[in-house]
């Protein structure tokens, strides 16, 4: 039998599409300097939130550099498939008290204004906006739609 000269790529093996995810966010201004700029002003803003900011002040209390360096890598992470965080965002925020669901509306159209601001051209804004409306859906059906009570032991 003739041997096959095809090659086969491993389907594990996410670096092509890493490359290419990291060429186009590049190209459009999304790197590790936009990524730290979007989050301190953010969190800033969050902080001097009515309703936000008691609740991540509560929450998050003298860590705040901590928290930025999370956010820092969670959003690189994400935007840019840096891979360098793991983290389990939903049981941390099931345990903050005092949260509602409209505080999701406020955190999102906060983050969206802060975009508007500082996003370099519409495509980032658009990703990041994205992302984020993914990620409060995500924790907003965790939170206050998941009916199957807690995980069994």
């Known amino acids: 039998m003739e041997e096959s000269c095809l090659t086969t790529q491993d389907p594990h093996d996410h670096e092509p599409i890493r490359d290419e995810v990291q060429a186009l966010a590049r190209?459009?201004?999304?790197?590790?300097?936009?990524?730290?700029?979007?989050v301190d002003e953010f969190y800033t803003r969050i902080r001097a939130h009515e309703s936000l900011g008691p609740i991540f002040e509560g929450a998050i209390g003298?860590?705040?550099?901590?928290?930025?360096?999370?956010m820092n890598r969670f959003?690189?992470?994400?935007?840019l498939y840096t891979g360098e965080y793991s983290g389990r965002p939903v049981p941390v925020h099931k345990k903050l008290?005092?949260?509602?669901?409209?505080?999701f509306d406020q955190w999102l159209a906060l983050f969206e204004e802060t975009l508007d601001d500082v996003a370099p051209n519409q495509f980032v804004a658009d990703h990041f906006a994205?992302?984020?409306?993914?990620?409060?859906?995500?924790?907003?059906?965790?939170?206050?739609?998941?009916k199957t009570g807690p995980s069994p032991r």
Do not use: P, Y
């Not at 959003?75 to 935007?79: C, P, Q, S």
């Not at 008290?97 to 505080?103: C, E, M, Q, R, S």
């Open 27 to 38: 190209e459009n201004g999304i790197n590790e300097a936009f990524v730290a700029q979007l």
């Open 75 to 79: 959003w690189r992470a994400i935007t």
């Open 130 to 146: 994205g992302k984020a409306a993914a990620i409060a859906t995500s924790l907003r059906l965790a939170m206050f739609h998941d």
């Open 62 to 70: 003298n860590r705040w550099d901590a928290h930025l360096s999370r």
């Open 97 to 103: 008290a005092g949260v509602t669901d409209a505080h």
